[in-house]
């Protein structure tokens, strides 16, 4: 970092420059270190409720398990089974993330759940959307609660589970060269098997039951039971995020599974947007000199903020064994490509050793924050102590985000990229 071009760096966010310079007209970074303080604290809060619905026997308690990264066999995983196993509204928190809370509805038009009382009965108002799942065609009440939740403003989403299974069934009319094994003439099957032929028509047989019902541009997301790496589950990842509140976006981001690509950087672009806030924070709010280095800061801070890097990118030894038995691989394999620490090496002589490589690169940067805020009390050793701050937790998010990419592609691929 030595040789970085002042040019190069980020600029300050312009609300960020604000606090800081009514800070220092006060002639400490102790006033604005708290609000962002308090700023970041509100953001890990926010709370959002998910509401998963279907029929008996339709993957939906199996979905709440896949979508907070367990087994159905896992402790704390949702009950599943052929009959309805779910008797009232439910709550699964993430397990890693207690501020995502995963419902298991129960099924939709039973005698105890009647269609024209669902949404009452199972307390609309708390959830920010809806998933509609379906092991078949969507059925009368399915299409009538997606209307009813359209009416009252917020968003739903159909989901067809189990197409792991349909393709196993469809399979099995094909020899071990793709090939149909019964040529009927009044078979509808393609001669050659192909599984997104398949994939297709399953799709296109539920929209046109969704469109036959009036229901206005649906879409629908086809997703295996055990595999939500495959098929259409990572797109509709990406929808569920691109279509919440900008306030809510981090929350949902942080807790999702790290086996799309676009969910990485995505997660990057989130964290990267509170780099500022953190560095005031660690430069502000219960910041000691360290030894060695011309910096005051909060080290026991700055240690949780890696770990959380870590936690996010699935850089730590419970994640990396979900990984590896998911994807069939050694842990070891998976961990020969990690070139950062994982949260459990983060160490406060780790985050000394990191602040002091930067410190010296971020001096440069000290004398543009002098010229643009006024030198009065704490300003001054803040001047060095944000910028050192800021590279340290950048380049280690840079490097946390690039390993999780790494990682994702030997588990999905078997290869890497360097």
Not at 136 to 144: A, C, Q, V
Not at 170 to 176: L, S
Not at 219 to 246: A, I
Request: aromatic share 6%.
């Amino acid at each position: 970092m030595a040789g970085v071009d002042v040019k190069e760096l980020p600029k300050i966010p312009e609300e960020d420059m604000e606090a800081l310079k009514a800070a220092v007209g006060k002639g400490n970074l102790t006033e604005a270190a708290a609000k962002a303080k308090d700023a970041l604290e509100k953001a890990d809060k926010i709370i959002l409720n998910i509401a998963v619905t279907g029929e008996a026997g339709s993957g939906k308690s199996s979905f709440v398990n896949a979508i907070r990264g367990l087994r159905d066999e896992d402790d704390d995983a949702a009950e599943t089974g052929v009959t309805e196993t779910t008797m009232e509204p439910t709550a699964y928190p993430h397990p890693s993330y207690s501020n995502v809370i995963v419902w298991d509805l129960p099924g939709i038009g039973t005698e105890t759940f009647k269609s024209d009382t669902y949404l009452k009965q199972v307390g609309f108002s708390r959830y920010d959307f809806f998933i509609i799942i379906s092991c078949t065609r969507f059925k009368t009440h399915d299409i009538e609660l997606a209307q009813e939740i359209q009416r009252q403003g917020k968003k739903f989403y159909f989901v067809r589970s189990k197409v792991d299974q349909d393709l196993t069934n469809e399979k099995r009319h094909y020899d071990e060269e793709g090939i149909l094994k019964q040529r009927k003439a009044a078979t509808k099957r393609p001669h050659q098997y192909s599984e997104s032929a398949i994939l297709s028509a399953i799709r296109e047989n539920c929209i046109s039951g969704l469109k036959a019902a009036e229901v206005t541009s649906p879409r629908v997301f086809l997703v295996s039971r055990w595999d939500l790496g495959k098929y259409d589950f990572p797109k509709l990842q990406e929808v569920l995020v691109d279509e919440l509140p900008s306030h809510k976006r981090r929350t949902l981001l942080r807790s999702l599974s790290n086996i799309v690509k676009e969910t990485l950087e995505k997660k990057k672009e989130q964290l990267q947007a509170q780099i500022w806030l953190k560095s005031l924070v660690s430069c502000g709010v219960a910041a000691i000199p360290i030894p060695g280095v011309s910096i005051v800061c909060d080290v026991a801070m700055l240690m949780t903020s890696l770990k959380e890097y870590c936690r996010d990118f699935g850089l730590n030894e419970n994640a990396l064994a979900t990984l590896a038995r998911q994807a069939d691989k050694p842990i070891a394999e998976l961990k020969a490509v990690i070139k950062s620490p994982l949260s459990e090496e983060i160490t406060k002589d780790l985050v000394i050793k990191l602040l002091t490589k930067y410190a010296a690169g971020a001096v440069k940067y000290s004398t543009y924050l002098l010229n643009v805020i006024p030198v009065v009390g704490s300003i001054l050793s803040a001047a060095v102590s944000l910028p050192t701050t800021y590279f340290m937790l950048q380049n280690f998010l840079d490097d946390a985000a690039a390993d999780a990419v790494r990682v994702l592609e030997v588990a999905v691929k078997g290869d890497v990229s360097n």
